[in-house]
């Protein structure tokens, strides 16, 4: 809750409570309480109502004429008005259950507020647009080419203190509103539910200048879940990203929820499940290696960056030679597909993504899948699928069960939607999202940097830990 909200509770309490107050401190906490609220109550609607406040402003409001009444005959020298007090208690009662209302609910859905970035690097993020002239949009029956939006977050030096942070879900106002109410309507609750993400802003710093020094920045791809946007794990992008990493996560147009474009068109996700298992799993795979194939154009794009053919934030201090590929849910599928693709990523985290597609082969990379909770009532054939392909991989590759964990865990989600273990896991707010970008780092700092901790046994502190070694090895 922002102080200007705590105030107007505050108030509003100590308006209710005054009628029960001894009578030489009820007339000043009574008048004091009402100007407190009316000025607190105007500035809260002039700036910015969210609707958590609304059952607050109306406890208020059904006590403030009352209140108002017995100040104005006290002043006139007449005797105030009282209700009796078995009439008044309920009322009393009613108005505080209003009031209090508001602080759980603000508590339930918080604008979500992202904790700080814990390496050395300030962190700077940009948005690009990229079209594929070489691959046509399916989606539409128009020669279309495939268009994607790819943010990225980057070691930056470190800004002002008060250089304006970048919003959670676009570029301006209009794009974060837009992109709210699609993710409202794709998981079928009120957009005003989600009213906290679009006053979110990150730690990161729009077009800030990329960190000082001449070393170059390992690359990290990232594809959100089905029906996600490339904000979706923004706390896990910034943490990689302090400690010298850079992220760049991908909007899939007609996949992702809403994507606004550079030119203000929005396009809206046309995923849509049938009911219909087999049909369901043959367009899972269709979506997975369209996927696919936007994480290798991107790669493209960027190696173009980094040599200078195209403008880029980062320019040449992406290191595109050192590449991980990560998604959550179908992006983690995803991923694994784009590996096994393209050689040139040379690692991948799956977080909780399910292995569509083809029957898969042997691929070089190496994989670190975080899973949730398998006690939880989940596919019987995810974790079997997961294992089998796995075995495939040809180097030593890790499989992360959280304890407690749900399948938003490993996401922002936890940040902003109700606690409830079956939505968000038992992680608590933040917990989810560290274990998350904590397991990523020891992961990627051992696979694209050659540092030579014990991956095992740092893995091993956040869960249960399955290694599986490469096929024919000791």
Known sequence: MSSLEIVVVASAVALVTARWLPRRTRRPTAFSASVVVLLSGVALVWSSLRWQMVPVLTGAALVLPFAVAAELRARSGRPPRRARWWAALPASLVCLCLIAVGPAAAWALPVPTFPAPSGS??????????????????????????????????????????????????????????????????????????????????HAVVDAPVADGSGRFPVVLFSPGLGGVRTQNSAWAQELASHGYVVAALDHPYDSAAVVLADGRTIRTKVTATGDADRDEKRAAEWTAIRAADLSFVLTQLNRVARGELAGPVGGRMDTGRVAVAGHSLGGGSALQAARQDTRFDAVIDLDGFPHGPAPTRFPQPVLALTQDVHRDIDPDYIPRLTHVLGLSGATSYRLTVPGA??????????????????????????????????????????????PDDLATALAAHGDLTVHSPRGSS
């Open 121 to 202: 690097f300030a962190v700077g993020t940009s948005v690009v647009q990229w079209t594929d002239t070489d691959r046509p949009e399916n989606a539409t029956p128009d020669d279309d080419r495939r268009t994607v939006v790819v943010q990225l977050w980057y070691p930056a030096r470190k800004s002002p203190a008060d250089a304006q942070r970048a919003a959670y879900l676009g570029r301006s106002d209009r794009e974060a509103d837009i992109v709210s109410d699609a993710l409202a309507d794709y998981v079928g609750v009120p957009a005003f539910l989600l009213d906290g993400l679009p006053r979110a802003r990150t």
């Open 406 to 451: 749900a399948h938003l865990t490993f996401t922002d989600a936890p940040l902003y939607l109700p606690p409830v273990e079956s939505i968000v896991g038992s992680q608590g707010r933040t917990d989810g999202p560290r274990i998350t970008a904590a397991a990523s780092l020891a992961f990627l700092d051992t696979t694209l940097r050659d540092q």
